[in-house]
Nanobody, 115 residues
């Protein structure tokens, strides 16, 4: 069984920065894609950033130019650096990893951006 744990969320003023990290533990034989999703109140969960096993990345238009996703395969970790945060970035952020050819989700971490 695989567990994902996110860290780095919190309250920040508009224009500030946060770095989210997610680490996988448990019986891990392979990790392919990694990513971050977010869900704001009353809205559907949406993709924020994705990174493939080869390091190719995709960023949502809403965060492009302000965010960077990276991964450390040796530590089973994916990180999301978010800069110039806006109130509309407020949401619960969820880590996703495709581990052992199955999708795994973290419990989520709250990011709140005050204006």
């Amino acid at each position: 069984q695989v567990q994902l744990v996110e860290s780095g969320g919190g309250l920040v003023q508009a224009g500030g920065s946060l770095r989210l990290s997610c680490t996988a533990s448990g019986s891990i034989f392979s990790i392919n894609a990694m990513g971050w999703y977010r869900q704001a109140p009353g809205k559907q969960r949406e993709l924020v950033a994705f990174i493939s096993s080869g390091g190719s990345t995709i960023l949502a238009d809403s965060v492009k130019g302000r965010s960077t996703i990276s991964r450390d395969n040796a530590k089973n970790t994916v990180s999301l650096q978010m800069n110039s945060l806006k109130p509309e970035d407020t949401a619960v952020y969820y880590c996703y990893m495709r581990t052992n050819n199955l999708g795994s989700w973290g419990p989520g971490t709250q990011v709140t951006v005050s204006s």
